[in-house]
């Protein structure tokens, strides 16, 4: 089992950055696929990026690919997700989550989730 917090949320102007982290329980957590969705007020959750056990395959949403960057660190146990040149439509509640041995790119393949921090994008 994997449990994970998040933390590096907040309150941002359009054009900003912004790095969350996600810090894991575990000694399993290197062997899990990880990923990134959010979910914004009165919208399904969505994928937005993901990363193979290794780190040497990543994946994006098509509306963050080239603003957005997911990373992770097996000796720490952690994934971060660095997104810059923010735009108010990225304001949502970003979920850390363990897919299993798999990348997945759906909501439905994650396993695992954490409990949410808060991104605003201010226009």
């Known amino acids: 089992q994997v449990q994970l917090v998040e933390s590096g949320g907040g309150l941002v102007q359009a054009g900003g950055s912004l790095r969350l982290s996600c810090a894991a329980s575990?000694?399993?957590?290197?062997?899990?696929?990880m990923g990134w969705l959010r979910q914004a007020p009165g919208k399904e959750r969505e994928f937005v990026a993901a990363?193979?056990?290794?780190?040497?395959?990543?994946y994006y949403a098509d509306s963050v690919k080239g603003r957005f960057t997911i990373s992770r660190d097996n000796a720490k146990n952690t994934v971060s997700l660095q997104m810059n040149s923010l735009k108010p439509e990225d304001t949502a509640v970003y979920y850390c989550?363990?897919?299993?041995?798999?990348?997945?790119?759906?909501?439905?393949?994650?396993?695992?989730w954490g409990q949410g921090t808060q991104v605003t994008v201010s226009s």
């Open positions: 575990g000694r399993t957590f290197s062997s899990y696929a």
């Open positions: 989550a363990a897919s299993g041995r798999y990348v997945a790119t759906t909501s439905d393949g994650y396993r695992y």
């Open positions: 990363i193979n056990w290794s780190g040497g395959s990543t």
